[in-house]
């Protein structure tokens, strides 16, 4: 039982590129969440999944897409990258709405 | 939305005590109480949460004031293990709520 794992664990982008963030679950969680973490600061939610097919906005969405084609996927996909966009992106999953979430090691992404 | 008011920073020594406080003035009836913490390069981990009694697991212990604007994060005997941020989060136990929201948390130094 792996939990949440994410890829890549740490990338460099150039201003205007694209990439998509991975994370898996492999807990059957219904509910996914990606969080993102600027230095020194707490975690701000970007998006979040209630199930397959289902996803909604969070507190911090601009410049950010995410689908969710499987109970166990949750992909994160930057299209234009800008340097505000340089952070620590956590993915995490949780059974049920309210309850413990369990989180993923994160993706440090540098935009330069 | 009810906030909380955690210290920047507090240190400890190996094997002692320590009691982590978080001030939640605003709090509602419904809000939970939970508490995460972050060890270094690493993402969040659940600690304890309850609501109104005090709370015993193997990590921790949580005492929640009378009135309940207040509540304190008790490690019995810290370890270095234990340097982390702690994070004091209020969350309300409904279907539609995905509100966790993290703000700069106590950052723990435990000395040898």
């Not at chain 1, 694209?18 to 707490?42: A, E, F, K, V």
């Not at chain 1, 166990?72 to 299209?79: A, G, Q, S, V, Y």
């Not at chain 2, 509540?71 to 966790?100: G, K």
Request: include cysteine; glycine fraction near 8%; aromatic fraction near 10%.
């Amino acid at each position: 039982n792996a939990g949440v794992t994410q890829t890549p664990k740490f990338r460099i982008l150039k201003i205007g590129q694209s990439m998509t963030l991975q994370c898996t679950q492999d807990m059957n969680h219904n509910y996914m969440y990606w969080y993102r973490q600027d230095p020194g600061m707490g975690l701000k939610l970007i998006y979040y999944s209630v199930g397959a097919g289902i996803t909604d906005k969070g507190e911090v969405p601009n410049g950010y897409n995410v689908s969710r084609s499987t109970t166990e996927d949750f992909p994160l996909r930057l299209e234009l990258a800008a340097p505000s966009q340089t952070s620590v992106y956590f993915c995490a999953s949780s059974l049920l709405i309210g309850e413990t979430q369990y989180f993923g090691p994160g993706t440090r992404l540098l935009v330069l | 939305d009810a906030k909380t008011t955690q210290p920047n920073s507090m240190e400890s020594n190996e094997e002692e005590p320590v009691h982590l406080p978080c001030n939640h003035s605003t709090i509602s009836g419904t809000d939970y109480i939970h508490w995460y913490r972050q060890l270094p390069s690493q993402g969040p981990e659940y600690v304890i949460h309850g609501l109104t009694s005090n709370v015993n697991n193997r990590m921790a212990s949580l005492a929640i004031a009378e009135d309940r604007k207040s509540s304190t994060l008790i490690l019995h005997r810290a370890t270095l293990r234990d340097a982390a941020v702690y994070y004091c989060i209020l969350r309300v136990f409904e279907y539609n709520n995905n509100d966790m929201r993290f703000g700069a948390g106590t950052r723990l130094t435990v000395k040898p």
